[in-house]
Each structure stands twice: as structure tokens, then as C-alpha cells.
């Protein structure tokens, strides 16, 4: 799984000679940016959504199931808090999770996470972060007394009574 700029022709060809062996197979939908993968030596299989009489999910189960998993995950781990600039790693952890998660050697994971450490070379906090350059925290909400709902407050909106300073 990778992030692609756009759908265009160039983004999604590059993407599938990135990802896929030429000579492959590559089932697609009916995006017409895809025509031209036997251009670039795979075979093309393609499969118009809308001229099919069954859903989008039982012509093509794995691709939504993989979908489906994939937005699960990211609203119950990281609550929908994440940001475009670490999209590829969370679709590589994704990834690593999902391929290892009918694993038998569960404990062999850590073993091999610990020797990778002792092999690679240190990193540090700004070569791992896509975007080194600390952003500006959001202002905490200001709550009211009792319970109330949350009251943002600006310069051109003075003080109320009952609201509690951060």
C-alpha cells in the first residue's frame, strides 16, 4: 500500500510498476487511467463497477474488505488523528500487521525487531518525523463552568462570566 498524489495516468502507472512484477495480471475498476498498464507489459483485467449487477463489494471482496480494515483501524487506533505527511507510515504498519496476523510465532517478532536494533544504524527524532519542523499546537478549548459546552475564546471576543482561564 502506498499514498499516491492524484488518479492520474502517471501517478497510478508509476505506482503499479513500484508495487507489481511486469507481466502480472492487475484487476482493476473501470478508471481509465489503468488502459494503459499492457503499454507497460502486464496483463489487464477490467471490471466496470457500474456495469455490474452485484456491489462494488462482492465483484471485488478483497480490495473493500482491505479498505474496510484499513478505516477501522485508523479511527479506533489513532482515533482519526492522523496527518497526510505520515500517510505511507501508517499504511506500512498497516500492511506489517495485516500480513502478520494469522502468524504462529508471534514471539519471534520481538526477537527479530531486537537484532534489527542492534544492527541498524541509530535514528534520530527529525530523520524519522516526515515534517521536522515542530508545527504550532491548537489553542486548548476554554470549558464554562457546570458542564456547559466548550466556548472558543478569541481577541474579539471578551471574557464571559463563568468561563475557567487554561
Given at each position: 500500500m502506498q499514498s499516491v498524489p492524484d488518479v492520474?495516468?502517471?501517478?497510478?502507472?508509476?505506482?503499479?510498476?513500484?508495487?507489481?512484477?511486469?507481466?502480472?495480471?492487475?484487476?482493476?475498476d473501470g478508471w481509465p487511467a489503468?488502459?494503459?498498464?499492457?503499454?507497460?507489459?502486464?496483463?489487464?483485467e477490467r471490471t466496470v463497477m457500474s456495469a455490474q449487477p452485484d456491489p462494488a463489494h462482492v465483484v471485488m471482496p478483497g480490495v473493500h474488505r482491505i479498505a474496510s480494515l484499513l478505516k477501522r483501524w485508523l479511527l479506533g487506533t489513532h482515533q482519526g488523528s492522523t496527518s497526510p505527511e505520515h500517510l505511507d507510515a501508517y499504511l506500512n504498519e498497516f500492511t506489517f500487521r495485516f500480513n502478520r496476523r494469522r502468524s504462529r510465532r508471534r514471539g519471534l517478532l520481538f526477537y527479530r525487531l531486537l537484532q534489527q536494533a542492534i544492527l541498524a544504524e541509530p535514528v534520530t527524532y527529525r530523520q524519522?518525523?516526515?515534517?521536522?519542523?515542530?508545527?504550532?499546537?491548537?489553542?486548548?478549548?476554554h470549558l464554562r463552568r457546570r458542564g456547559r459546552a466548550p466556548a472558543i475564546l478569541t481577541a474579539d471576543r471578551p471574557w464571559r462570566r463563568g468561563q475557567l482561564a487554561a
Open positions: 492520474s495516468q502517471e501517478s497510478l502507472i508509476d505506482f503499479v510498476t513500484g508495487a507489481v512484477e511486469s507481466g502480472a495480471t492487475v484487476h482493476t489503468y488502459l494503459a498498464l499492457p503499454k507497460h507489459g502486464y496483463e489487464h524519522l518525523v516526515a515534517n521536522p519542523q515542530p508545527c504550532e499546537r491548537p489553542q486548548p478549548l
